[in-house]
Structure formats: C-alpha cells, structure tokens
C-alpha cells in the first residue's frame, strides 16, 4: 500500500510539473487592457467577453484604471505594475497590451523606456493618438496627460524620437475613417508597425465594436 501510496503521489508531481500553467497550454499570453482619457477598466468590458468567449482565460485578462490628473510617464508605471502581475499571476514570460486613444501612449513609454521591450509580446493601438492630434479638446487646460496627446508636445517628441517600434515586440495600430478625436487619422500609424484601418465606427466605439474586436482577438491568436 505504501508503494502504490508513494508511486501515486510520484506520478501527480510529475504531472504537475510536465504540464505548464492553464494559460500556457493554447499559447497564449495574459493580456493587459489600458483605456483612454475619462475611461476606467470597465470601458473593457465588451471585448474582454467577447475574449472569454473565444476561449481566452478571464483570469488572465487584466484591466488598468488610472487617473488622468498626471503625466502619461506616471500613468506608464502603473501599467508596468499591471504587467507584472499579469506575469506573475500566470507565470507567462511575455504580457500582450490592448491600449484604447491615450492608453496607447502610456504603455508605449512604458515598452520603450520602462523595461516592457523584455515583458511585452504584442501592443495593439486602437485609435491611439500615437504622434498626437489636431484635435485640442477642452481637457488639455486641465490634464497634463491630456495635453501629452497635442502634436508637438514634449512628451510626443520624446517618445517618437528615434525608432517608435523598438524591441522584439510586434506593433499594431487599428485606426478608422470616422473617428473625429485623433486627426490626421495618419497619425494613429507608426513607422515599424502593422498599421490598419477598421470600418467606419467612432473613437470611443472602438472599444464596443465586435469588427474591431475581432481583428484584435485575430492579431493575437
């Protein structure tokens, strides 16, 4: 009896030990969601079941609800911290980011200048003001963030100065004919990435559209 005791309990630890983490077996990565200026977490909602439904684990979507009343720069620490407990939770190497208009500028400074290039397999863009818009809405005179996203900025410069898509990290940007809050529409591109354009839906609705849904869902698979 102790033989067949100890052979069984030698076999589970093995098998424990054989077969990675849940999240690992299809190979995907944990995903960390950052939404735009006035958003929260929530703004995730929509896709994240559309995620779940397409067989993504829940527990491995991660959402990062920040205040827009500070520096994109601060905003990219916080998205670090969500990234390392994704990794940390699931024990996966590498953390794939879905960043909604100014998210996508937090969490680009958090891959270029924080560590992310080592932490980051994939960062889509949706609607990302990625080298600023034309567009001066009324929170530029009261949000530092906000005024990070105007062409010209400091913040801009600095963050597209030099190569925008650095690292091994594969760079995608969903941008669409009507959106009215990122203008030129050319500026959600980046030179190095796979630059999309999306059917006709609105800025805020790219993170509700189920077209839009799909081709970041297809990106990651």
């Given at each position: 009896m102790r033989r067949?005791?100890?052979?069984?309990?030698?076999?589970?630890?093995?098998?424990?030990?054989?077969?990675?983490a849940t999240a690992h077996a299809d190979g995907r990565d944990p995903v960390v969601f950052v939404h735009g200026y006035g958003g929260?977490?929530?703004?995730?909602?929509?896709?994240?079941?559309?995620?779940?439904?397409?067989?993504?684990?829940?527990d491995e979507l991660y959402t990062v609800t920040y205040d827009a009343s500070v520096s994109?720069?601060?905003?990219?620490?916080?998205?670090?911290?969500k990234v390392d407990q994704a990794l940390a939770e699931t024990g996966a190497d590498r953390a794939d980011i879905v960043a909604h208009s100014m998210g996508s500028l937090s969490s680009r400074w958090y891959v270029r200048f924080l560590g992310g290039q080592d932490r980051v397999d994939n960062w889509i863009?949706?609607?990302?003001?990625?080298?600023?818009?034309?567009?001066?809405?009324?929170?530029?005179?009261?949000?530092?963030?906000?005024?990070?996203?105007?062409?010209g900025s400091r913040f801009l410069q600095i963050l597209?100065?030099?190569?925008?898509?650095?690292?091994?990290?594969?760079?995608?940007?969903?941008?669409?004919?009507?959106?009215?809050?990122?203008?030129?529409?050319?500026?959600v591109t980046l030179e190095g990435a796979d630059n999309r354009l999306t059917l006709c839906v609105s800025h805020t609705s790219m993170v509700t559209?189920?077209?839009v849904s799909a081709s970041v869902r297809n990106v990651l698979s």
């Amino acid at each position: 009896m102790r033989r067949t005791t100890a052979a069984v309990l030698g076999l589970a630890a093995a098998l424990a030990v054989a077969v990675p983490a849940t999240a690992h077996a299809d190979g995907r990565d944990p995903v960390v969601f950052v939404h735009g200026y006035g958003g929260s977490g929530s703004n995730w909602d929509s896709m994240i079941e559309d995620f779940v439904d397409d067989g993504w684990d829940r527990d491995e979507l991660y959402t990062v609800t920040y205040d827009a009343s500070v520096s994109n720069t601060v905003i990219a620490e916080q998205v670090a911290d969500k990234v390392d407990q994704a990794l940390a939770e699931t024990g996966a190497d590498r953390a794939d980011i879905v960043a909604h208009s100014m998210g996508s500028l937090s969490s680009r400074w958090y891959v270029r200048f924080l560590g992310g290039q080592d932490r980051v397999d994939n960062w889509i863009s949706l609607g990302g003001p990625n080298r600023g818009s034309v567009v001066e809405l009324p929170c530029v005179r009261t949000s530092p963030a906000c005024a990070e996203v105007v062409v010209g900025s400091r913040f801009l410069q600095i963050l597209n100065g030099g190569d925008p898509t650095p690292g091994n990290v594969t760079y995608t940007t969903l941008r669409s004919p009507c959106d009215l809050v990122v203008l030129p529409h050319s500026s959600v591109t980046l030179e190095g990435a796979d630059n999309r354009l999306t059917l006709c839906v609105s800025h805020t609705s790219m993170v509700t559209s189920p077209t839009v849904s799909a081709s970041v869902r297809n990106v990651l698979s």
